[in-house]
């Protein structure tokens, strides 16, 4: 019989092998420990067969994990609706402490209305289902949960002044977008600036990126193209992607003022 996995399958018994070798055990010594056979173990490395979240947390006791693999299950099983390469990125803005993200394109997803995904969606993806963009929807409206946490990650986005005068989906589904983001820049964790169209150069001309700091993984850099995502975790990469953050925070108008284009940018549309 040929052997089937799934993508999340895969990730979690990856990260399984992992956290295995990392506590220096065998399939069979850990296999032991959690009352599983040897072939269970495997098979789980292997991504081809999944588990029940309790065996995950077995799992987790007897390799020290502090939950790593169950975390990992419920942020997977949680974002259904996004690409397989997204959903780990989904995993760490739920444990991120901050999130850095510049975006010269499109305001970035974790501060997006429900409307204006729709719309982004619909536009990349034209020839989905309306279930098919309704799940995308929904699995993005599920990933700005981390706005309402007791302790909610600190956000500060970059953006170009072009992400506001950009009428995504029209008038007014673009002036209850940049609403919303006033809303959102309110909240005591949200930090919006906006880099001027007059802006000649800057180090963010090369395109989107984020950063996540997170308490087990430090700080994470992450890029992305239409089809795939890439986790920058090399330290002199992050640090490098660092620098241009703060150069471009450093480009930007602060946030009194870059509050007060968006207003006038709400102000046009109407």
Same mark, same amino acid.
């Given at each position: 019989?040929?052997?089937? $996995? =799934? ?17 220096? %055990? ?12 040897? &072939? ?7 991504g ?7 065996h995950?947390?077995?799992?987790? @006791?007897?390799?020290?994990?502090? &939950?790593? *693999? ?5 942020? *997977? ?7 397989e390469?997204? @959903?780990?990125? #989904?995993?760490l803005?739920?444990?991120?402490t ?13 501060? @997006?209305?429900?409307?204006?995904a729709?719309?982004?969606? @619909? ?14 929807? !929904?699995?993005?409206l599920? =990933? ?10 600190? %956000? ?7 992400? *506001? ?5 029209? =008038?007014?589904? %673009? ?5 919303h983001?006033l ?9 919006? !600036? +906006?880099?001027?169209?007059?802006? $000649? ?8 990126f984020s950063?996540?700091t997170t308490?087990?993984?430090?700080? +994470?850099?992450?890029t ?5 995502g890439? *986790? ?32 006038? #940018?709400?102000?046009?549309? =109407?």
């Amino acid at each position: 019989m040929t052997d089937r $996995s =799934r993508p999340q399958w895969v990730k979690i018994g990856r990260e399984l092998r992992r956290l295995r070798l990392q506590a220096g %055990m065998t399939q069979t010594q850990l296999g032991k420990r959690v009352m599983m056979s040897y &072939g269970t173990i495997s098979g789980l490395e292997r991504g081809v067969r999944g588990t029940k979240p309790e065996h995950l947390a077995q799992l987790d @006791q007897a390799l020290s994990t502090d &939950g790593t *693999l169950t975390r990992m299950w419920e942020g *997977l099983n949680t974002y259904s609706g996004l690409p397989e390469w997204f @959903q780990g990125v #989904a995993v760490l803005e739920q444990e991120a402490t901050e999130i850095r993200e510049y975006s010269p394109l499109l305001i970035p997803g974790l501060l @997006q209305t429900e409307e204006y995904a729709r719309a982004i969606i @619909q536009i990349g993806q034209p020839s989905n289902t309306y279930e098919e963009i309704d799940e995308q929807v !929904q699995a993005r409206l599920e =990933r700005q949960k981390v706005h309402s946490a007791s302790r909610p990650p600190l %956000m500060t986005a970059v953006l170009d002044e072009a992400v *506001l005068r950009r009428p995504i989906g029209g =008038r007014e589904i %673009m002036s209850r977008q940049l609403e919303h983001l006033l809303e959102m820049v309110a909240t005591s964790h949200v930090t919006v !600036q +906006v880099v001027p169209l007059d802006c $000649s150069h800057h180090p963010g001309l090369d395109g989107t990126f984020s950063l996540f700091t997170t308490p087990e993984r430090g700080r +994470v850099a992450y890029t992305e193209t239409r089809i795939a995502g890439t *986790l920058v975790e090399a330290a002199q990469d992050v640090s490098d992607y660092t620098r241009v953050f703060e150069e471009l925070r450093g480009a930007a108008f602060p946030v009194t003022t870059s509050c007060s284009l968006i207003s006038t #940018a709400l102000g046009e549309l =109407r």
